[in-house]
């Protein structure tokens, strides 16, 4: 089973634009990141952000956690075609394992 | 300085069939992971593999096992294949004393059970 789900499923904007999308989880968490997947292939680490922590940004990607409704959202400015791609939320409770959502589809239009 | 690299790339089996994945980890990283991806799922966590032995499990049966070796490279066994079992396997590698469990994925084995 999921830990975490993404709002929206997918998510189509103009190049420029910015993108938002949200992920809210079940259970406690150490930190929460965010992934980006191409066309079915691998995962590329974005960002992370602790549980101690509001908000973290990096080059164009913002990120916020609220602990207390379990909810993090994925702000990615002035998108670009090449942002088009699947984002993933993923909870780690320990060590030992990620927890993903079933992701958001994100489609730049030019 | 290489990824993490998996093979093969893809491959096709019938059902009832065994099939075995490799996974070698990014330099440096002592820690892989497998996960399974259905379509248009996310990936969900198979085992992870320390010093040689697996240190958790998802919710997945035992037909589902594997190994990791001296050199920290890795391979998942999939037994008695169901068409269920289709979809892609990620394996993902981390370095233990790293904090914060980032892991670096590679491209995927994509399983067709036929």
């Known amino acids: 089973s999921q830990q975490g789900e993404e709002d929206p499923q997918a998510l189509s904007i103009q190049e420029g634009e910015n993108a938002t999308m949200n992920c809210s989880y079940k259970?406690?968490?150490?930190?929460l990141q965010w992934y980006r997947q191409n066309s079915g292939r691998g995962l590329v680490h974005l960002i992370l952000?602790?549980?101690?922590?509001r908000e973290k940004h990096s080059g164009r990607l913002r990120v916020t956690l609220d602990t207390s409704k379990k909810s993090s959202s994925l702000l990615i400015t002035a998108s670009r075609a090449a942002d088009t791609a699947s984002y993933f939320c993923a909870t780690a409770s320990n060590d030992y394992k990620l927890s993903f959502g079933a992701g958001t589809t994100v489609t730049v239009r030019a | 300085d290489a990824g993490v690299t998996q093979s093969p790339t893809h491959l096709i089996k019938t059902r009832g069939q065994q099939v075995t994945l490799r996974c070698s980890p990014k330099s440096g990283h002592d820690t892989v992971s497998w996960y399974q991806q259905a379509l248009g799922q996310g990936p969900q966590f198979i085992f992870q593999?320390?010093?040689?032995?697996?240190?958790q499990r998802g919710n997945f049966p035992d037909r589902f096992s594997g190994h990791q070796f001296p050199n920290y490279s890795s391979e998942l066994n999939v037994n008695a294949l169901l068409l269920g079992d289709s979809a892609l396997y990620l394996c993902?590698?981390?370095?233990?004393?790293?904090?914060?469990?980032?892991?670096?994925f590679g491209a995927g084995t994509r399983l067709s059970v036929l």
């Open positions: 593999y320390y010093e040689e032995e697996e240190r």
């Open positions: 952000i602790r549980s101690n922590e």
């Open positions: 259970t406690s968490i150490n930190n």
């Open positions: 993902a590698s981390s370095f233990m004393g790293g904090g914060g469990n980032i892991q670096y």
